[in-house]
């Protein structure tokens, strides 16, 4: 045996014999799938914060264009959040294996010399430079966020949508080059497969020496090792811990007892206990800065804003106004999301009538006793302030909010992501934003 060529420029330094067209065909035709639905998620999960209500809403205010598809987010099916942001996460962290082995098997085409052959031989390299960089950037920055809870305090989400848009135009560019290759290459395999067999070679795996590999690509090895797996057991393999990531991590988004199956959504948190408040916390009373001082009866009023002038209301006022019931869920930015919990207290449309919309309710400025930090102020849509699910709840599952769930009284809207869910709400302001 020749000696191991020592550049990886060199075709024969690569040697896996699992490398082929066949293979990196079928990777990419799943991630061509699933990176679609990230994309739609993500755009749509962008969408439930309405940015173009309120600059308070808005976490990437210099979009421009890239704000062109942007729509008024419905209060419901109370689900839906839930099942967009679910899906958005839980489908990114099931895709990590398919994307690495991906990479893993155009690796050599990254170190191909020449660096270009052609000006368009170079701006192909140029848009997989973006592909490869902007797939492992959006999914390293979502991976990060979910399990660090917001590493970057404030600019995870233009990172995060500039980022998306960047790789998503390389994508397509992409995905328009690639596919007709890759379903050629998946199907020429199948139609070998289901041939009469005996003859010809029955798939890439029990093929013979002699007969080389579908590979218009140019991605087999020149110079392959022994195998140790073949490509379908690779592939199976690369299924496997799909799997394993997708059954260890949906429980954070189904919530209850399957939570407990959530063995990859981050941990550290904190315990959000038993009882009728036993569900998760996103930030604690204490990591807001929120005091008892100010939370006490003597101490704390609500304070209603509008045209009919400023009324200030303490806890016991809110509970002598008629008191309403809504079975809705908590779901986070992150993925997670509770099922649903019952929660009591006042509509948003009566404290709208208060403040001297009687018929049309009108938009909505939420602030928090929380002093600092972007989660303190949120701005609701007039048909989210409407709904007759919308709360200024005061009770959930029965029991008073607890400080972490935002005693005196938070915001619960239907399929509002769980950030806008304002916690210690301290001033109410209603009008057309
Ligand atoms: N004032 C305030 N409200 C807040 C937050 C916060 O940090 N401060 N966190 C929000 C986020 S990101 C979520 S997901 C929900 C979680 O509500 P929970 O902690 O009651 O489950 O509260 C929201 N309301
Ligand atoms: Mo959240």
Redesign the pocket.
């Known amino acids: 045996m020749r000696d191991r060529p020592r550049l990886p420029s060199s075709p024969a330094f690569w040697r896996s014999p699992l490398r082929g067209t066949r293979f990196t065909a079928v990777l990419g035709l799943v991630l061509l799938g699933g990176i679609t639905v990230m994309f739609v998620t993500g755009l749509v999960s962008y969408a439930a914060y309405n940015p173009d209500l309120s600059p308070v809403n808005d976490t990437t205010p210099d979009k421009g264009l890239l704000g062109f598809y942007l729509f008024d987010w419905p209060a419901g099916p109370s689900w839906l959040y839930r099942l967009t942001q679910g899906t958005h996460v839980t489908l990114g962290v099931t895709l990590v294996p398919v994307l690495l082995a991906k990479l893993w098997s155009v690796v050599p085409k990254l170190f191909a010399l020449p660096p270009a052959r052609s000006l368009a031989h170079a701006l192909e390299r140029l848009s997989l430079l973006l592909l490869v960089g902007g797939g492992l950037f959006e999914f390293t920055t979502g991976v990060l966020n979910i399990q660090l809870e917001y590493v970057f305090p404030g600019s995870f989400y233009p990172l995060h949508f500039y980022g998306a848009w960047v790789f998503m135009s390389a994508f397509v560019v992409h995905a328009a080059l690639k596919t007709p290759a890759a379903v050629r290459a998946v199907r020429a395999v199948r139609e070998r497969s289901t041939g009469d067999g005996g003859e010809g070679p029955v798939a890439d795996e029990g093929r013979p020496a002699s007969v080389p590999p579908v590979d218009e690509a140019g991605l087999a090895s020149t110079r392959p090792a022994e195998p140790t797996i073949s490509r379908r057991g690779a592939l199976r393999l690369v299924g496997a811990s799909s799997l394993l990531l997708f059954l260890t991590t949906v429980g954070q988004s189904l919530g209850g007892p399957l939570r407990r199956t959530a063995l990859l959504a981050p941990h550290g948190g904190a315990d959000p206990g038993g009882g009728p408040n036993g569900?998760?916390?996103?930030?604690t009373a204490a990591?807001?800065g929120i005091t008892e001082a100010e939370t006490s009866a003597d101490a704390w009023r609500l304070v209603v804003t509008g045209p009919a002038g400023t009324v200030r209301l303490s806890r016991a006022d809110l509970l002598r106004l008629p008191q309403h019931s809504s079975s809705l869920p908590?779901?986070?930015?992150?993925g997670w999301s509770?099922a649903d919990q019952w929660w009591r207290g006042v509509r948003l449309r009566d404290l709208a009538a208060l403040a001297g919309y009687d018929t049309a309710v009108p938009d909505l400025l939420v602030e928090?006793?929380?002093r600092h930090?972007a989660?303190?102020r949120a701005a609701l849509r007039a048909n989210q302030v409407s709904d007759p699910r919308s709360l200024l709840a005061l009770y959930v599952n029965g029991e008073p909010l607890s400080p972490?769930?935002?005693f005196p009284a938070?915001?619960i809207v239907p399929a509002l992501?769980?950030?806008?869910?304002?916690?210690?709400?301290a001033r109410l302001t209603f009008g057309d934003l």
């Open positions: 569900f998760q916390i996103n930030k990591y807001a908590i779901a986070c930015v992150e509770t928090s006793l929380q930090g989660f303190r972490d769930h935002g938070r915001i992501p769980g950030v806008h869910n304002t916690k210690w709400v």
